[in-house]
C-alpha cells in the first residue's frame, strides 16, 4: 500500500475568495490598497468637516455677545461701518463687510492671509463688540480648521490637489465598498450582518460592522459630501458636471473675472465712501426682506476694483443668493451674467444645482437636520479607514499564525511501517482514518475528514 499523503488545509476564507468573480476580486483588491494610501488624509478631512459644519452655532457659544437681537430700525451704512473700523485699525481698509440678522457686523481688515484682523460692530449703535488683531499668515481657529480641510495645513498648492484627489479616490472605495458589502446570496443570516451590527460579538466583529454597516446607511450622504467636495478643487470634475447637468453649456467665468470700473472715466462724481453706501441703498431698495449681506469694498491699491455685493434672502442658506456689481466710481451697475447673478427661481436645473453646491456639502440644504445629517456623515467617513485598516491588520496577524501552525505540522500523520497488515490468523487491526476496513470492497477510504471548522477557522479540504 502506497504511502498515506499528509492532508491539505484551505481556509474557508480563501475558498470563498476564490468563488468570487473577477469583479469583486478586483474591487476588493482596489478597496483596500486605495484605501490604506488615503486613509490617513481622509480621517483628517472628514473631522475638521465634522467642525467646521457647526463653526457658526459654536462661535455663537462662545462669543454670544456677537448675538444681537433684530431691532426694527436702520442699521449702519457700509461707510460707517469703514469708519468706525479705521479707529480699530488706523491705516487699515477694510475688505470685506457681512451683515446677518441678529448677528453683529463683522468687518474683515487686510484681506485673508494678510496682517489685519477683523472687528465686531454694533449694526444698529456702532458700537465695537469684538476685535481681533493677527499677523501675515496669523488665522483664528475656525479658519485653521477650515486650512486643514482644504490643504492640510500645507503650502495651498501642495495640500489642495492631495485633498481632491484624495476625496475622488475614497469615492472609488465607496463604491467599491458597495460591492463587497452586497452578499452572494441574500438569506436570514445575511440581512441581519448587512444590516445591524452586533454589540455583544467580538471586539473584532464588532469593528467589522462598525466598517460594513455604517459604510452602508451612510454611502449615500458621504457621497453627496465627497462630490460636492471636489467640486470646488478639481477644475475638469467641475466643469464637467456643470456641462452633464446643463446639457452641454460651459460653466461661467468666476463672477470676479473679466469685471472693472472704468479708470478711463474722467467724470468721478462719488467719494469711495459715497460709491459704497449708494450702491448698498440701491441693492438694500430692491431686496428689503434679506437676511444678509455680504459686501466687498474696492481697494485703493487697485483701480480697477468693483464694488461687489451679495444678498442673502434666507437665514442659514447660499443656495439662493444674488450677486450686484458695480464701477468703483460711476456706481453704474456691471453687466456681468453668471450663475449668481440670475434669481434663484429663475436658474435651470444645472444652475440650482451648481448653487446649491455649498449647502449640500455642509448640509444647510436642509437645515438644522441637514447640518446634524453631515456631522455625523462626516464622523463615519471618519472612521472608515480607522475599522478597514484594523480589519486589514487583524487578517495580516491570523495568516501569520496559520502560516506558523502549517510550519509545525497540524495533522501529523503515521508512517506506513506503523500500520499493520490485516490477516486471516492475526489480530484486527485499529480502524485509520483514510484506510479501508478489512474485508471491505471499497477501493476508496470509508472515512473522509470534510466536516468545516467556525467560518472564522480552517476547514479541512
Not at 480563501?14 to 490617513?40: D, M, N, P
Not at 467642525?51 to 455677545?65: A, C, D, G, M
Not at 498648492?157 to 465598498?177: A, C, E, K, M, Q
Amino acid at each position: 500500500m502506497g504511502s498515506l499523503q499528509p492532508m491539505r488545509y484551505k481556509s474557508s476564507s480563501a475558498q470563498k475568495e476564490s468563488s468570487r468573480s473577477l469583479f469583486y476580486r478586483v474591487s476588493a483588491w482596489l478597496h483596500l490598497w486605495l484605501g490604506l494610501v488615503t486613509g490617513i488624509v481622509m480621517v483628517i478631512v472628514c473631522l475638521t468637516g465634522c467642525i467646521w459644519v457647526f463653526q457658526e452655532e459654536i462661535t455663537s457659544l462662545i462669543e454670544p455677545e456677537s448675538n444681537v437681537p433684530y431691532q426694527a430700525k436702520p442699521v449702519l451704512r457700509p461707510s460707517q461701518v469703514m469708519a468706525i473700523a479705521a479707529t480699530a485699525f488706523p491705516g487699515k481698509e477694510v475688505a470685506y463687510a457681512m451683515y446677518q440678522q441678529g448677528k453683529a457686523i463683522e468687518a474683515t481688515i487686510g484681506g485673508r492671509g494678510k496682517a489685519g484682523g477683523s472687528v465686531k460692530i454694533d449694526p444698529y449703535t456702532g458700537q465695537i463688540i469684538r476685535v481681533e488683531k493677527r499677523e501675515k499668515g496669523q488665522v483664528n481657529f475656525f479658519r485653521w480648521v477650515l486650512n486643514g480641510h482644504r490643504a492640510l495645513w500645507l503650502p495651498y498648492s501642495i495640500g489642495r490637489p492631495i485633498v481632491n484627489y484624495s476625496t475622488l479616490i475614497f469615492i472609488i472605495t465607496l463604491i467599491t465598498g458597495m460591492v463587497l458589502w452586497w452578499p452572494q446570496k441574500w438569506t436570514k443570516s445575511t440581512r441581519e450582518r448587512s444590516f445591524t451590527i452586533k454589540w455583544n460579538g467580538s471586539a473584532k466583529r464588532v469593528n467589522y460592522d462598525l466598517h460594513n454597516v455604517l459604510g452602508f446607511y451612510s454611502l449615500l450622504v458621504v457621497m453627496a459630501i465627497s462630490m460636492t467636495g471636489i467640486v470646488f478643487g478639481i477644475e475638469w470634475f467641475s466643469k464637467g458636471l456643470y456641462w452633464t447637468t446643463t446639457g452641454g453649456r460651459t460653466l461661467p467665468e468666476h463672477r470676479r473675472g473679466g469685471m472693472s470700473s472704468d479708470t478711463l472715466q474722467p467724470n468721478r462724481p462719488y467719494t469711495n465712501a459715497q460709491a459704497v453706501d449708494l450702491a448698498w441703498k440701491t441693492v438694500a431698495r430692491q431686496n428689503p426682506a434679506s437676511k444678509g449681506f455680504f459686501m466687498t469694498f474696492p481697494s485703493g491699491k487697485d483701480q480697477k476694483g468693483t464694488i461687489d455685493i451679495l444678498v442673502y434672502p434666507s437665514a442659514g442658506k447660499f443656495y439662493d443668493r444674488q450677486g450686484y456689481h458695480f464701477d468703483r466710481y460711476t456706481v453704474a451697475a456691471i453687466a456681468h451674467k453668471d450663475i449668481d447673478t440670475v434669481p434663484f427661481a429663475q436658474s435651470d436645473f444645472g444652475d440650482k444645482l451648481r448653487r446649491m453646491n455649498y449647502d449640500i456639502h455642509v448640509g444647510t440644504v436642509l437645515g438644522l437636520p441637514g447640518k446634524v445629517l453631515a456631522f455625523f456623515a462626516s464622523l463615519i467617513g471618519a472612521s472608515l479607514p480607522i475599522t478597514g485598516f484594523i480589519i486589514w491588520w487583524g487578517k495580516g496577524k491570523k495568516k501569520g499564525k496559520k502560516k506558523s501552525k502549517k510550519a509545525n505540522g497540524a495533522l501529523p500523520i503515521p508512517p506506513d511501517d506503523t500500520i499493520t497488515p490485516v490477516t486471516q490468523a492475526g489480530p484486527k487491526s485499529a480502524f485509520r482514518p483514510g484506510q479501508p476496513r478489512a474485508g471491505s470492497r471499497q477501493s476508496t477510504p470509508a472515512f473522509t475528514p470534510t466536516t468545516r471548522l467556525s467560518p472564522d477557522s480552517d476547514s479541512i479540504a
